[in-house]
């Protein structure tokens, strides 16, 4: 079992910044994937940005060049340092952590943190 807690959100302008973060505790084991998701209201929730236990991290279009996704591992902590942000990323903002244990896939998410950007 997987505990995650985010903070960090909270309303801005447009233009400014925020830094998500993401504490995970309980079965933090060494193979992972840790990732950053958003909901509007109304909308489907997306894929934002993923770091894995390497390092490896990916981005979607949307915020490549203005969001960037790190790790503590010391920590079990992932940010989201969110640049230039506009209107439209206003969102819930939800961490998710996965990993395959013995063959199986889990996947835990946090209740997320709410971003709001006004113009």
């Known amino acids: 079992q997987v505990h995650l807690v985010e903070s960090g959100g909270g309303s801005v302008q447009a233009g400014g910044s925020l830094r998500l973060s993401c504490v995970a505790s309980g079965a933090t084991y060494s193979k992972y994937d840790m990732s950053w998701h958003r909901q509007a209201p109304g909308k489907e929730r997306e894929f934002v940005s993923g770091i894995d236990s390497d390092g490896t991290t990916r981005y979607a279009e949307f915020v490549k060049g203005r969001f960037t996704i790190s790790q503590d591992n010391a920590k079990n902590t992932v940010y989201l340092q969110m640049n230039s942000l506009k209107p439209e990323d206003t969102a819930m903002y939800y961490c998710?952590?996965?990993?395959?244990?013995?063959?199986?896939?889990?996947?835990?998410w946090g209740q997320g943190t709410q971003v709001t950007v006004s113009s």
């Open positions: 998710k952590r996965e990993y395959t244990r013995w063959g199986i896939k889990y996947a835990y």
